[in-house]
């Protein structure tokens, strides 16, 4: 029976190299799979909680009518605001960068920190994670709710609270507040998406466009991150901030910043009973001194007399 990896093979198109080398099936960089573990996986995946499955449809529906609404408010408001309206594009160019980055941050947190079983976050957050360096095609198989589920609910947060806010005002600060919030919020909800898209033998030619225009994940950009130890290329929406954050190495740096910082705290817990027997050693030692100090005036006038 043919493993997940050589499975995919099957799946790439003599143009998809990038893909190709994403699966693992060249670079080996993929641990390959024992007999039987790829059709495991699967029912696995099919076995995927029914609160889970509704919970994720919950989430992008919920999402999907919130913008829904965002958008037909933004509208009225960018004819209203005449000039001011060309604040929207540099806000949703922002967006789109911060969304880049929040991918690339959580993504970097869920490869390098925390466990499949940890609880609450392991199997919904920390698990599809680990799951795609194993199997990377596995993505590719995920329907729109699963893949987007956990994003749309991150998201549904701040859309709600800009309708709570009320409609956008004819002015440029408050469509570009307005406009950053809706692009932001959908290119979250979209990154699982272009992620798929970077892994996905076959796409529609308008998200080939959109790949070779860099205007989202590329596989060629998206490979970077599948070949090696998985330490580069973190930001999976656009990958327009791989470069930088690959280049300063900002990631692996606060990295081992933060394990130093768990190693001293865990050192201060390990000392707190340390500490305790000194503090109560000194508690002796004061003890004994303020016993000699009352005793030794006795012991003289004694010797005295
Ligand atoms: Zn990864
Ligand atoms: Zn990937």
């Given at each position: 029976m043919p493993t997940c990896a050589e499975r995919s093979e099957d799946w790439i198109s003599p143009g998809g190299d990038a893909n190709l080398r994403a699966s693992g099936a060249t670079t080996g960089s993929v641990t390959p799979e024992p007999d039987g573990a790829c059709a495991a996986r699967r029912v696995q995946e099919e076995q995927r909680p029914f609160w889970l499955k509704a919970f994720d449809v919950a989430s992008v529906s919920a999402l999907l009518v919130l913008l829904n609404v965002a958008v037909a408010r933004l509208v009225p408001a960018l004819g209203e605001g005449g000039a001011a309206a060309w604040i929207l594009l540099p806000a949703c160019a922002a967006a789109v960068l911060a969304a880049d980055l929040v991918s690339g941050l959580v993504h970097w947190i869920c490869d390098r920190f925390f466990a499949e079983d940890t609880p609450l976050i392991g199997r919904m957050l920390i698990h599809p994670f680990r799951e795609h360096h194993v199997d990377p095609m596995a993505i590719t198989r995920h329907g729109l709710f699963e893949l987007c589920g956990n994003n749309a609910l991150a998201v549904l947060l701040p859309v709600l609270a800009l309708l709570l806010a009320g409609p956008p005002r004819p002015s440029a600060s408050s469509l570009a507040l307005h406009g950053f919030v809706i692009a932001f919020s959908f290119a979250v909800f979209a990154t699982n998406l272009m992620h798929k898209w970077a892994h996905a033998v076959q796409c529609r030619a308008v998200v080939r466009w959109l790949q070779r225009t860099r205007l989202i994940l590329s596989p060629e950009v998206h490979d970077r991150h599948h070949r090696g130890d998985f330490s580069h290329g973190y930001c999976v929406t656009t990958g327009w901030l791989n470069p930088l954050l690959d280049a300063s190495r900002v990631l692996p740096r606060s990295e081992?910043?933060?394990?130093?910082?768990?190693?001293?705290?865990?050192?201060?817990?390990?000392?707190?009973?340390?500490?305790?027997?000194?503090?109560?050693?000194?508690?002796?030692?004061?003890?004994?001194r303020s016993e000699r100090r009352v005793l030794a005036p006795r012991l003289r006038s004694r010797r005295a007399s």
């Open positions: 081992a910043w933060l394990r130093s910082r768990r190693r001293r705290f865990a050192r201060t817990l390990l000392m707190r009973p340390v500490r305790v027997r000194r503090i109560r050693a000194g508690g002796v030692r004061m003890r004994a």
